[in-house]
């Protein structure tokens, strides 16, 4: 490879602009091919993605770069024609209500448009399903799906469309799916015991997402794992729907019960806890003095709220990247291994020791 290899050629300004007091012309594959130096032959490999092992990588990003400097959009109606395959994905999350289905998108929009495919984005309402096929044919319309924390039987009807189905924060064990890709939500859910049995708590609320999805049922049984041998624990599970006001009344049960209070509430995810904020304030109780609260996802209103609140943090912009790399790879029929993503705890002001505790408020933020 020679040493100029990487860099993207100047690019003609004519290319680009065509003549003047004229509509430009179409831009063409022959148009990259000698902006970047190569046959067309190469440009088809590079912006088909299948130049590994056929075109040299310096080659390879200089096809890209003379691409993205001309703006060249390849004809994906003869392409399409001529392939069999729509270039089209779907993907399925369960609402558009938070920022983690959107960042999801983001990640997996900008690796397909990298393959020059376009994602549709399909909310299927609060992932119970069903999800209905949004198309009169979803085989004729699609390459493939990608579906990301769906309950369990949410997707029977795109199943049935025969179509590459990858599965995001579900079932790795699902023999239906063409891969699978997830968060380690195990490990977020034993990290966020770990915080709290380490600060001394032993009266926990679980606020638990009443939804049959894989990924609740996950932190569910985790929880109770995590929390078994720890002497002293008891844990008091009380089921919620995902929402602020459904999370404030959860967190108003938990607390008002008969018996000691708990000192502790973990909630399956950072929207709940915002209500269960709330529910620990018109209590005339105090965060994290008196209760501490975590959550789950790291969405942007975790340090919205005061004290900013203890969560785990998920790689969602990753997670839709890995998850569209992984259908590509389906599509090429390339064997794909499950993938599992770390996440990790961020401790910030609404956890502390119990009350009555030494150093209960020597906190993060306090």
């Known amino acids: 490879m020679s040493s100029h290899e990487g860099a993207a050629p100047a690019v003609p300004e004519l290319a680009r602009t065509g003549t003047p007091g004229r509509a430009a012309a179409r831009v063409t594959s022959r148009d990259v091919a000698r902006a970047a130096g190569v046959s067309q032959a190469a440009v088809s490999l590079v912006l088909g993605d299948k130049w590994r092992g056929r075109v040299s990588p310096g080659k390879a990003e200089a096809v890209r770069a003379a691409a993205r400097e001309l703006g060249y959009r390849p004809n994906l109606a003869a392409r399409s024609l001529r392939t069999g395959r729509t270039r089209t994905a779907l993907l399925v999350v369960p609402a558009l209500t938070t920022e983690f289905f959107a960042r999801v998108y983001t990640g997996a929009a900008r690796i397909a448009a990298d393959h020059d495919f376009g994602v549709v984005l399909y909310p299927s309402p609060e992932g119970i399903g069903p999800a209905r096929d949004p198309f009169a044919s979803a085989s004729a319309a699609l390459d493939g799906v990608i579906a990301s924390s769906m309950a369990a039987d949410a997707l029977a009807a795109l199943r049935t469309a ?205």
């Open 162 to 366: 025969g179509l590459p189905l990858v599965m995001l924060d579900s079932d790795p064990g699902d023999a239906t799916a063409s891969a699978t890709v997830n968060l380690d939500i195990a490990d977020g859910v034993r990290q966020l015991a770990a915080h709290l049995t380490g600060l001394g708590h032993r009266r926990i609320a679980h606020l638990a997402a009443d939804v049959d999805s894989w990924t609740f049922a996950v932190r569910t049984r985790t929880l109770t794992d995590a929390l078994a041998g720890t002497p002293d624990v008891v844990v008091h599970r009380v089921p919620t729907a995902l929402g602020v006001d459904a999370g404030l009344r959860a967190a108003h049960t938990a607390l008002t019960a008969p018996g000691p209070r708990p000192t502790a509430l973990l909630c399956d995810d950072d929207i709940i806890a915002a209500g269960a904020c709330k529910a620990v304030r018109r209590l005339g109780l105090r965060i994290p003095e008196d209760v501490s609260v975590t959550g789950f996802d790291d969405l942007a209103l975790a340090v919205a709220v005061e004290p900013e609140l203890t969560t785990v943090r998920l790689p969602a912009e990753e997670f839709g990247e890995v998850g569209m790399r992984a259908l590509m790879a389906v599509l090429d029929g390339t064997p794909t291994d499950a993938a599992t993503l770390p996440v990790g705890l961020v401790p910030r002001g609404s956890t502390a020791p119990p009350p009555g505790a030494p150093h209960n408020t020597a906190r993060p933020g306090g």
